[in-house]
Every structure is written in C-alpha cells, then in structure tokens.
DNA sequence: TTACAAATCGTATTTGTTACTAACTAGTAA
DNA sequence: TTACTAGTTAGTAACAAATACGATTTGTAA
C-alpha cells in the first residue's frame, strides 16, 4: 500500500510509534514494493542510506507494520520469510523453482473468494492464497 | 488421504522408497490425521509403539511424503510446520488464538477455486488456501 | 545367505528469528 | 532551548526448528 510520507507518519504517531529516519526509509520500501521482499533482501536496500542499519531493525520494523495490519509475514519451508504489503483479498502466484511472487488481484476474484467465505460461513481476520507454478521464465 | 497398507506398500517400493515399521507407523497416522500435526507432536504418537523412534526419522518420512506428493507443508510465524494429508483443493481454517486448523471442502469450492484459476490463466502444481479465524471455542 | 544401498538413531550443526542491553534519540513540556 | 523520558537502534547473544552427519542396523535383490 503505496501512501505520502505524511500519512505514514500520522498512522505510526496515531498508534504510539515514534517516526525515526529508519522506519521511514523501511516502511516507504517495503510498502511500495511488489517483490515480496526477504528480511535480508530489504536490509540491503536499506542499507544503501543507512549504513549502519541492523537486519534487527528490519524484523522489528516488520513486526510493527504487521501489529498496524500493513503487511503480511509468508512463511516458507526452505527459504527465508517474505513480506507482502498487499493486505487486501488477492492470489499470490508462487513459482517453485526461482521462488518469484507475483500478485493476482481482481473483482472477479475478490467475489469468487467472497463467495466462498460465504460457503465456509466464517468470519475471516485475514487469509493466504497461494498458487504453486512454473513461472514462464522457469518454464523453459 | 487413508489407504490400505497394501497399498502404501505399493507406493513405497514403485518409488524405490525401503518399507519400514517405523515407515509404515508415519504414513499411516499421518495419512489418517485431520489435525494437521507437527513433526513433535507426530513423534509422541509414534513413540507409544516405536519408542526408539527419533525425531529426525518424522523429518524424513515428511520429506518422502512430500517427495511422493501425499503431504504438504505449512509453515507459520511462531509456531512449528504442520503436516496436511489432505492434498486435494480445501480451506484450510486457521484460528489466531489456538492454532487449531479445521479443513473446509466441497464440490462447490472446488468449482469457484477453478474460476479463480481460469482467470488467472496458471497450470498450478499446487495451492494454499489459509482463512485465518477465531474458532468458536476461542471467541467466547 | 550374502552383499549392499538405504534407513534409522543420536547428535552436531545450521539458519532464520527473537531476546537482551547499552547507547542513543524523538517527542514533550518546562 | 533545555532537560527529561520512554521508545528505538545496533550489536550481539540466545533460541528453536530444521537439517546434516556418521555409525549402526535393516530391507531387498541376487
Ligand atoms: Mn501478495
Ligand atoms: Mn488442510
Ligand atoms: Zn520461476
Ligand atoms: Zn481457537
């Protein structure tokens, strides 16, 4: 979810976090990105302008985004958990092979899965959906 | 997925896999379970009949289902994977509070997750389907 | 029965993540 | 501006789940 700067800092100083040059830099990355970044894969980037930076940072930084219901933590057997800052109804198409994650959002897709909640007849705090594939690239 | 010990034999040897007590003790009740068990909580089953048995041979039995497609992994944040016999298209119903997994299936979700499919145009090797609840025991 | 590749058990190691702590800093209020 | 304080950071230690290793045992095909 891409937002101003501005916005970012009222929503982290609205729930009692403090705004460090760190966490800017952290939330304006992953936010924006559609990578669903690694832990390390963020710390390198971050690490750009912000030298001194520590991969601690980083999972404290994610486990706040995740507290204010921003990002979404992808656990993996084998890998390295990854980070999705689309929070809402969506499909994420997984290749098995170079472990790319492309997202797969729509209405016709966010009414199918309403349909099946309605089938299931729960009331859902959050959801995961993963497609398993062989991604073009991979494919040849 | 239940089936015979014959069977499971069948399957073991077709694929070059040795049959062991130990072996044929996994399969059976990992393949027989609804709870979606972890590696520990598999062992202290098994350990009643195989008190030998070591937690790194559910590891590898895990590992040889998987390999035999019988099983699927899932891993979560602050809790150990949990192995899921139930390799056809399902939710997978995840309470927050106890972790608890209750699987949800039918013929009508097997045909809206197949429109979902068709409109996102992918050949899949696989899915995850996760809605993440408070199951009723821990709403009260 | 024998030979050998594979499986098991017990343990060591790895790895991703979490916990701890001293130094630092953002926010606040004189 | 200054001083205070609670929250944050960087660095490192600790942790736990998973994996790798190696000696011994076992299943299976000759
Ligand atoms: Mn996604
Ligand atoms: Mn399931
Ligand atoms: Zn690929
Ligand atoms: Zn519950």
Redesign the interface.
């Known amino acids: 979810m891409t937002m101003t700067d501005d916005q970012l800092i009222s929503i982290l100083r609205d729930s009692g976090y403090k705004v460090t040059p760190q966490r800017l830099a952290i939330c304006n990355y992953v936010l924006s990105s559609k990578e669903h970044p690694t832990a390390e894969h963020i710390h390198s980037e971050i690490v750009k302008k912000h030298p001194a930076i520590s991969l601690n940072t980083i999972y404290q930084t994610m486990d706040m985004l995740i507290d204010l219901g921003l990002v979404q933590?992808m656990?993996?057997?084998g890998s390295s958990?990854r980070f999705d800052s689309n929070t809402s109804v969506h499909?994420n198409?997984i290749c098995?092979k170079c472990s790319k994650i492309q997202d797969?959002e729509?209405e016709?897709?966010r009414e199918?899965?309403s349909?099946?909640?309605a089938?299931?007849n729960?009331?859902?705090?959050?959801?995961?959906?993963?497609?398993?594939?062989?991604c073009d690239e991979c494919k040849r």
Chains 1, 2 share one sequence.
């Open positions: 933590e656990r993996f057997s958990s499909v198409i098995q797969f729509s016709g897709i199918l899965w349909r099946i909640l089938e299931m729960v009331e859902p705090v959050g959801q995961r959906l993963d497609v398993y594939v062989l």
